[in-house]
């Protein structure tokens, strides 16, 4: 998916260093300080605004953020479907332009506009090394996921500024990308890039369960690569009609009964809903996959039975989150493949209206509710 013709700067990891003990650097950097404390389940926000100095540790880079949009995963942890800690910062999708660096990354980065890897990674651990899934590192840190008493307590995307460490690979944004246009990137689109990559090459008919911004992306991301026909269930019908926006033909998800049992070659579930997956198991064909993405969350119980995949030879695949060479590509897609991404995500609201862009979110009008600081 990535193209010859981009001109997308790469800026590696720097070597990670144990920040709990290595010195900051010299010079430190004030900012006014705004974030979005989380306090709790379904709680107000609140506004925490100050002015501090930042001062860096060896590989890290404070940003400025520009732009972050709610992610599903924020809804979980606000609904109290996911554990979080509190108070906290959350947010994990978003971009934003570089402030300052520390020792061990090039000067060159400041001003630049960037997205950046969702996780910290060691680089050392198995998983980084040996395994490709570096997301799942011995010590991983996940950003939008921490405690205030965190190094700086600019961990999380809500908030004006975020530290990022120095296991985080971070990728410039050409000008050409809006900001809209690119803020799910690190989370929705790098991760729909992670799924597809498990689609078998050859797969001529594919069905996507959930029109959401997986979905959306998924579709795009399989037509792009050739996939002759691609099918998205969802059960709110005006989901499906964006979906063909983006290269998909639709079906409400209660109407799935239409299609002849082995219809498919690859099933991918990106719905979040467990009881999808007896039906995209009976859609499958012979020796066909199914990539199960969607389900992050305690409610995911399968009723399945044993048989059905041992005699339908059924491949199947779980994927969570992404590699940095996934975030790569996301921004090399954006880049050379036109879509009206612009139908994704909604006007900004302020910041310190965080509490009514959670509520926004309820309504489905958008499949990402952007937030700006002041």
């Not at 002015?51 to 880079?61: I, N, Q």
């Not at 307590?153 to 990728?171: E, N, P, Q, Y």
């Not at 409610?299 to 039975?305: M, N, T």
Request: with cysteine; proline share 5%; hydrophobic share 45%.
């Amino acid at each position: 998916m990535s193209s010859d013709n981009t001109t997308i700067s790469r800026v590696e990891p720097a070597p990670r260093s144990d920040t709990s003990s290595a010195a900051p650097h010299d010079a430190a950097t004030r900012i006014d300080r705004e974030r979005m404390l989380f306090q709790g389940v379904e709680q107000p926000f609140v506004h925490d605004r100050a002015a501090v100095d930042v001062a860096l540790h060896a590989g890290e880079v404070l940003v400025r953020i520009d732009l972050a949009t709610i992610c599903g995963s924020d809804a979980h942890t606000f609904h109290g479907r996911r554990p979080g800690l509190v108070p906290s910062v959350l947010g994990h999708e978003a971009v934003g332009t570089v402030v300052a660096v520390g020792d061990d990354r090039p000067r060159s980065l400041v001003g630049r506009r960037v997205t950046w890897t969702l996780v910290d990674t060691c680089g050392r651990c198995r998983p980084c090394t040996e395994w490709g899934i570096p997301q799942k590192c011995e010590s991983l840190f996940k950003y939008g996921h921490a405690g205030l008493d965190d190094t700086h307590g600019l961990d999380g995307c809500f908030a004006s500024h975020i530290v990022l460490r120095a296991g985080t690979t971070v990728v410039e944004v050409p000008d050409a990308l809006a900001d809209s246009t690119v803020v799910p990137a690190n989370c929705a689109l790098a991760t729909m890039v992670a799924v597809v990559e498990k689609v078998p090459a050859g797969a001529d008919r594919v069905l996507i369960q959930g029109a959401g911004l997986l979905g959306i992306y998924g579709a795009a991301l399989l037509r792009s690569r050739g996939v002759r026909e691609v099918w998205i269930s969802d059960a709110v019908a005006s989901r499906l009609d964006l979906a063909a926006e983006f290269g998909a033909h639709g079906v409400l998800a209660r109407e799935t009964e239409r299609f002849a049992d082995h219809s498919f070659d690859a099933v991918i579930e990106v719905a979040g809903v467990a009881k999808v997956v007896h039906d995209g198991i009976r859609l499958l064909r012979p020796g066909g996959t199914y990539v199960l993405a969607g389900l992050v969350h305690p409610d995911s119980l399968l009723d399945i039975k044993g048989v059905d995949l041992i005699a339908g030879c059924i491949t199947m695949v779980g994927v969570h989150n992404y590699a940095a060479r996934h975030l790569r590509e996301a921004v090399d897609f954006l880049t050379v493949h036109e879509y009206p991404w612009e139908l994704l995500v909604s006007p900004p609201l302020p910041l310190a209206r965080l509490d009514d862009a959670f509520a926004e979110t309820n309504t489905r009008d958008w499949l990402r509710v952007a937030v700006r600081p002041d």
